[in-house]
């Protein structure tokens, strides 16, 4: 299974971006997709998730601000980021879980300048 990230970048705070995660994970076999990022020093925490039945849950940070959605079609999950702060700089990984097993993108730089 792979998985493609992309859409991160330099924005001014207050802006937005939507990262996407392209993946070629059968969408039968996708439990959940998901997105998290880490800042240097820190764990990776998570942001977004959506499961299979299209239940999703957000950090409490991002809630309002942040969607996660996600294209069967195209076996595609997006991160729509808005409102982005500062605080929101980090690298961003994708995620998705097929059965019982979790695959990694590469990740995706997010910065928000002040």
């Known amino acids: 299974v792979q998985l493609q990230a992309s859409g991160g970048g330099l924005v001014q705070a207050g802006g937005s971006l939507r990262l996407s995660c392209a993946t070629s994970?059968?969408?039968?076999?996708?439990?959940?997709m998901g997105w998290y990022r880490q800042v240097p020093g820190k764990q990776r925490e998570l942001v977004a998730v959506?499961?299979?039945?299209?239940?999703?849950d957000y950090a409490d940070s991002v809630k309002g601000r942040f969607t996660i959605s996600g294209d069967n079609a195209k076996n595609t999950s997006y991160l729509q980021m808005n409102s982005l702060k500062p605080e929101d700089t980090a690298v961003y990984y994708c995620?998705?879980?097929?059965?019982?097993?979790?695959?990694w993108g590469q990740g995706t730089q997010v910065t928000v300048s002040s």
């Open positions: 995620t998705v879980r097929v059965f019982v097993r979790d695959y």
């Open positions: 994970a059968s969408i039968s076999g996708i439990k959940y």
């Open positions: 959506m499961g299979s039945g299209g239940n999703t």
